[in-house]
């Protein structure tokens, strides 16, 4: 019998990319175990795999032209309105019921805080008393919270899958003070910790990164939701841990 | 929109650079071509933006604005009526490398950019954004099964020219241009 016949190209590949399910790893097992040149052939992929990644995954930190920042930022700040007489009028008409409901609503809802990346720290460092302490044993329990954290964020939101990057949710921890607010814990095989502190949006948009003895920082807030993320890393594995977790809150 | 929504954009896309550079780095072969279809990329996003639905759309939507553009650029290439060489980031990589591992690494640069720009991006998709093939598949608007035998493919024919050892700069084929408008 050959090996294709056992095996598919396809699978070979999905094997190498852990893409296979329980019973395909198995059948892959036994095509490898039976055939020496096939293990030697997929050993060759991984390291051209590894090799790619080696290659062309550097670059992460080189500074960016000025310009394409210049021109993005340019393009995305808020347009002013002078000039617009009709509009400022209207405006004008508007803000006294805007204050009105704004008044009305801070009767029942609290403001998110502008300083989230000094509560987000103080989380972390656990100087902050959470009102729950939620284990993440499994993916039921992820879902439940997932649940809570979109009511209160008002906007649909998951905990994000860190698990390409080697990441595991391992627990919840909910806040009611200063702002009721999650963090979302993650551990990686070297026990490595990383969090990730949820809430409402300020309302003013941001993205920064920092270190602070070693810990790296990433603010990343849009006018939803705010996120704080840190952990012990270097600024790039930052950068793709960041675009992992901010693309898979959103549902 | 609102104002606030736009200044999320921005920030968003500023944040999603570095890896976008990467990616077309490693696409194209070319430092230069890719910072220039980076460049046209981000032109591009500010004026469509408004189209993008959800957040955790950005990385793939700029990845396929960024595709687009660069198979504009081989069409151009070709109605010019010129072969255009995009070899130069082999040799930058090489310079980058210890000097033993130079040639190997050209070897491999120039293996890479042998391939078809489908190949190359399912091949990247993969090893470099380290994507499951169910989100490549919804990225590219294919089959999974596509997206499975473009992979097996690629790499087979990467393995051969690794091994097969006769390599030189890629050169843009008009064959390849109608590849891509299948």
Known sequence: MSIKAELRDEDVHALIDDELDETGRTRADAAIEAHPDLRERIAAYRADKARLVSLYGGGLNEPLPREWID???????????????????????????????????????????????????????????????????????????????????????????LSRMGYRLVGIDIYSEPARSFELRYRDGEGRIFTLYLRKSSGTPRFDQFEDKGLRVCIWQDDVIGTVMAGKMSAAEMQRLASLAYTGLTL | MTGGRREWFGTALIAQLPAL?????????????????????????????????????????????????????????????????????????????????????????????????EHRQVLLLVGLENMHYRDIATELGIPIGTVMSRLARGRERLRSALEGGKLRPRVVRSLEVRELRQ
């Open chain 1, 71 to 161: 021109r993005i930022e340019r393009a995305s700040a808020r347009r002013p309105w002078h000039g617009q007489a009709l509009g400022i009028a209207a405006l004008a008409a508007s803000l006294v019921l805007v204050l009105t409901g704004v008044l009305a609503y801070r009767q029942f809802a609290r403001p998110a805080r502008d300083d989230v990346v000094a509560d987000a720290l103080a989380a972390r460092a656990d100087s902050l008393r959470p009102e729950a302490v939620i284990p993440v044993a499994s993916e039921r329990v992820a879902e439940a919270e997932a649940g809570v954290m979109t009511r209160t964020l008002a906007t649909r939101v998951k905990a994000p899958d």
């Open chain 2, 21 to 117: 550079r990467r990616y077309a780095r490693a696409l194209v072969g070319n430092s230069a071509l890719a910072d220039d279809l980076v460049q046209d990329c981000i032109e591009r996003a500010l004026r469509q933006w408004e189209g993008l639905r959800e957040v955790k759309r950005l990385p793939g939507w700029l990845r396929s604005i960024l595709h687009n553009l660069y198979i504009d650029e081989l069409r151009r290439g070709r109605s010019r009526g010129r072969e255009q060489e995009v070899g130069e980031l082999a040799d930058d990589l090489a310079l980058s490398t210890p000097a033993h591992d130079g040639a190997a690494t050209l070897d491999f640069v120039r293996a890479m950019e042998s391939l078809s720009v």
